[in-house]
């Protein structure tokens, strides 16, 4: 069954919130907190600006993914960071994850992008060969971060 590719409501969150854990399960960066993860889902569905998409099969939610945007000098205008990109495990390799990122790019056209960017972690070979294949260029950057106070 091929899923179909929606904005999130507010009836997803459970979903998102699991798939968030499986996420997070992997990337050395972040913890899984399911307080912390409703309230950002929460503050990205009720955004006009922002976008949570997910694929859903059989009624239920089987991947996700965030585009957030943002005001880029470099670009002279607005952009779009994508984030959470994840497919739950009993469904990868369906090609959902291509789905969900072909509506992100989709959605910020409409929204007048010019750029999107997304991190990935470094030591995630198979998400970094998935991005490449997809056509995510390598950046000269680095991420670096402070939690502020």
Known sequence: ????????EPRDMDGLVRLLETLFSIEADFACDADKQRRGLELLIASAKD??????SGGGVVGMCSVQGVVSTAEGGPVGWVEDVVVAPDHAGR???RQLLAAAEAWAVEQGWTRLQLLADRNNAAALGFYG????GRTELVALRKYPG
């Not at 069954?1 to 999130?8: D, E, H, N, Q, V």
């Not at 294949?133 to 995510?136: A, D, I, P, R, V």
């Open 133 to 136: 294949h997809l056509g995510w």
């Open 51 to 56: 976008c949570v998409l997910v694929a859903e």
């Open 1 to 8: 069954m091929t899923p179909s590719i929606r904005r999130a």
């Open 95 to 97: 090609g959902i994850g």
